[in-house]
């Protein structure tokens, strides 16, 4: 089986930085996704990360550590759309399929 | 136009009918899958398809049967509703690892209230 675990709110300021943390134990692993959701509407894809680092995109940072079994986003900058749920989802080799962590709402206060 | 679409977009039903929800998609994706999300607990994959004669059960399929009528159609019943499915139901596509890795896009939901 696999757990995923990741907090469930989190709080911050407008352009503040806030880090996500998700750890997850599983068997054959082989990537991890963050997704983006909004209240009542569909995840859409933040990353994907493989192998071991750091991969940004805009404000947008996703870290992994295989060894560890844990991966962070980092929201910088931070906006008031950023306001949603945000998705942790580890793929595993055999089958192809996603299993999600419970999601952590961020909310951003002015 | 939306990629993915599902129909209907809310449904409120009483314990025991049957139930169809349907997804659409326009992206010439061979893999679909259908999702229940409850608050907290994320979102759970019931059942996936990843082409028209290929089912396979999720973690949580009891209660529930997919048909696969064509490559850009997947369909998901409940064959008589109970309270505990009511939920909000997200169909996904995704088009398999040629860019690297399987990205899943999701249609716009589906919340289904069983009384």
């Known amino acids: 089986g696999q757990n995923i675990d990741q907090p469930t709110e989190m709080t911050a300021t407008e352009g503040a930085i806030v880090q996500i943390n998700c750890t997850y134990q599983?068997?054959?692993?082989?990537?991890l996704f963050w997704y983006q959701q909004h209240a009542g509407e569909a995840p859409t894809f933040l990353s994907y990360?493989?192998?071991?680092g750091l991969e940004e995109k805009g404000r947008f940072s996703s870290f992994l550590s295989r060894s560890k079994g844990y991966s962070y986003l980092l929201l910088k900058e931070l906006q008031m759309k950023d306001s949603a749920s945000y998705l942790c989802?580890?793929?595993?080799?055999?089958?192809?399929?996603?299993?999600f962590g419970g999601g952590t709402r961020v909310l951003v206060k002015p | 136009d939306a990629d993915v679409t599902q129909t209907p977009r809310n449904r409120i039903t009483k314990t025991g009918k049957r139930i169809m929800l349907e997804c659409s998609q326009t992206?010439?994706?061979?893999?679909m899958y259908w999702y229940r999300q409850d608050p907290g607990l994320g979102l759970r994959l019931i059942y996936y398809?990843?082409?028209?004669?290929?089912?396979n059960k999720g973690e949580i399929s009891d209660g529930y049967s997919v048909s696969r009528q064509a490559q850009a159609k997947f369909s998901l019943s409940l064959e008589s509703a109970i309270p505990n499915q009511t939920a909000l139901y997200f169909c996904?596509?995704?088009?398999?690892?040629?860019?690297?890795?399987?990205?899943?896009?999701f249609g716009p939901g589906t919340r289904l209230t069983v009384l």
């Open positions: 398809s990843f082409d028209v004669k290929d089912i």
């Open positions: 989802a580890v793929i595993k080799a055999a089958g192809n399929k996603l299993t």
């Open positions: 990360n493989v192998l071991d």
């Open positions: 992206k010439g994706h061979d893999r």
């Open positions: 599983t068997s054959g692993f082989n990537g």
């Open positions: 996904a596509t995704s088009g398999g690892l040629a860019g690297g890795w399987d990205e899943q896009f």
